[in-house]
């Protein structure tokens, strides 16, 4: 019963923050209402742990989709500087959680984690597996997505005038097609048998990263599936807060807030160096190389007239170097001391 009253608020709010434009609505309205769960009732709720090892599955495979391969054709001629700012961005990432580490009570994973800028649904998924707060980590994450896509259409109207916010196309149908259903199942169960770290989330990204890219098969995930998946994760998340992390948050949001606007005064330096490198004009670049936010994103650059195609593949590319070397860099560079 609590289950399913959860589930009818999670739908209510997921639809409000979803006609407001509010990226990963559903993950958000879940994560909020976990949260108000865990803070109102003494009695803890726990999800099983396979449940949200699904969750993860299918959020991989829906993270290996948005590479396909027409993004290697549009990248053809500039992907050596596309992949030395994607290189860069995670550097910076890297550096501003290190900083944030030094300066705040956060370990380093999860202060590393936490200002990786792009995949926020996969780097929350696997945050625990990584030895981070999986808590802290979801609060960082989201609260970098909410800056960025407030701050972006206005930044847009005040550097390139002219410019207006459009809409992002639609995910087509909810129940999606019986294909996207099995292939995304199938996937998500292979995934695991990979060795890799957070391979709940890894191995299904690699899988479905592998065959879109390459054309092998051509599908998406069914948007009630994605978005159940989001919504579980968040969920898992929210119900783990308690009123110590509640306050450990408030004394991390000046200089998370701090460290977020200073990633994206170097996302912009990095804009400007992928304009001198490349043919794109500093309007695509600067699209491209925000930290995040991408549904918000690509609704600017529909209304601006911006080059799309170039700005989803190297979003797309960024997301899949974040999530993927994230973890390596985590486990190898950042274990805790």
């Avoid at 990263?209 to 009630?224: Q, R």
Wanted: proline share 5%.
């Amino acid at each position: 019963m609590q289950i399913a009253v959860l589930a009818a608020a999670i739908l209510g709010i997921g639809v409000a923050f979803n006609a407001l434009g509010v990226p990963s609505p559903y993950l958000f309205a879940a994560l909020l209402v976990g949260l108000t769960r865990a803070l109102t009732i003494k009695e803890q709720l726990i999800l099983p742990r396979n449940v949200f090892v699904a969750a993860q599955a299918v959020t991989g495979v829906a993270l290996g989709t948005y590479l396909q391969r027409s993004s290697l054709h549009v990248l053809a001629d500039d992907w050596l500087a596309v992949a030395l700012v994607s290189l860069a961005t995670l550097a910076l990432s890297l550096a501003a959680g290190a900083a944030l580490a030094r300066l705040t009570v956060l370990d380093r994973p999860t202060a590393a984690l936490g200002m990786i800028a792009g995949g926020a649904s996969g780097i929350v998924g696997i945050s625990d597996d990584l030895g981070g707060d999986d808590r802290l980590v979801a609060f960082m994450q989201y609260l970098r997505v909410l800056v960025v896509v407030l701050i972006t259409p206005l930044l847009v109207a005040v550097i390139f005038p002219g410019a207006h916010v459009g809409s992002a196309p639609s995910s087509g149908p909810i129940l999606g097609m019986a294909q996207g259903w099995l292939l995304t199942i199938a996937i998500a169960i292979a995934g695991q048998a990979l060795r890799l770290p957070a391979r709940a989330l890894l191995g299904p990204l690699l899988i479905a990263g592998a065959l879109t890219l390459t054309g092998a098969i051509d599908f998406t995930v069914p948007p009630l599936l994605r978005e159940t998946g989001f919504a579980v994760i968040g969920l898992y998340i929210g119900l783990r807060f308690t009123i110590q992390t509640v306050r450990m948050v408030g004394k991390l949001l000046i200089p998370t807030m701090t460290a977020i606007v200073a990633l994206l005064v170097a996302c912009f330096a990095l804009a400007i160096v992928l304009n001198a490198t490349t043919s794109v004009s500093l309007e695509d670049a600067y699209l491209a190389t925000t930290p995040g936010g991408l549904y918000a994103v690509l609704a600017v650059a529909f209304g601006a007239g911006a080059n799309t195609t170039f700005i989803v593949a190297v979003q797309s590319l960024r997301v899949l170097v974040m999530v993927v070397l994230a973890p390596l860099a985590v486990r190898r560079v950042l274990r805790p001391s």
